[in-house]
């Protein structure tokens, strides 16, 4: 991840990467759609109109939008996952809301824990899947904690006051004297 946009509030950098992935991702999805036009044209178009080449694809546009939107919790699979999308036709109506929701999904990892995080995650989750259920629970619930305890005090300035606080707060005390 760029240090600059580490560096920026969570909202903004969300936000950024989400644009990242959709120029990324779109991008690689309309190089396979171009792809697949071309050898529409050629020698590769009698295969591609195989009855199983047009079954798989068939599958692929149907049941293959979950797969793209969980290619973006991924790795190297993420790039070929669009481009399968790409050059098997999926229709568009199918592939958008997969690249919204992993997209999404991507840029808040990317733009809190970061890839490194993610990954150690994964590791885990390769070596005991209930391990990996069990972390992802506790840092939910501890999440969840954190943000019902910052909105029952009102954030951190309510629990830590400012200078202002402390003036007017010891203003107040000179004045009971």
């Not at 109109?49 to 790795?75: I, K």
């Not at 999904?105 to 890839?115: C, E, H, K, R, S």
């Not at 029952?152 to 830590?160: I, K």
């Amino acid at each position: 991840m760029m240090e600059w946009v580490g560096n920026l509030p969570l909202l903004p950098a969300v936000a950024f990467l989400y644009v990242v992935i959709w120029c990324r991702a779109g991008a690689t999805y309309l190089i396979g759609r171009g792809a697949r036009k071309a050898a529409d044209r050629g020698r590769i178009a009698a295969f591609l109109d195989s009855p199983s080449v047009v079954r798989a694809t068939g599958l692929v546009n149907r049941w293959g939008a979950p797969v793209v939107a969980l290619s973006f919790l991924t790795v190297g699979f993420q790039t070929a996952a669009n481009a399968a999308a790409g050059l098997t036709g999926m229709p568009a109506k199918r592939y958008l809301p997969a690249l919204a929701v992993g997209g999404l999904a991507w840029a808040f990892i990317y733009a809190t824990v970061g890839l490194v995080a993610f990954m150690a995650w994964f590791e885990l989750f390769v070596v005991s899947p209930w391990g990996a259920v069990a972390v992802l629970a506790l840092v939910v619930a501890l999440v969840g904690v954190l943000l019902r305890h910052r909105r029952r005090t009102g954030g951190v300035s309510a629990a830590h006051p400012g200078p202002e606080a402390a003036e007017t707060s010891s203003t107040t005390h000179d004045a009971h004297r």
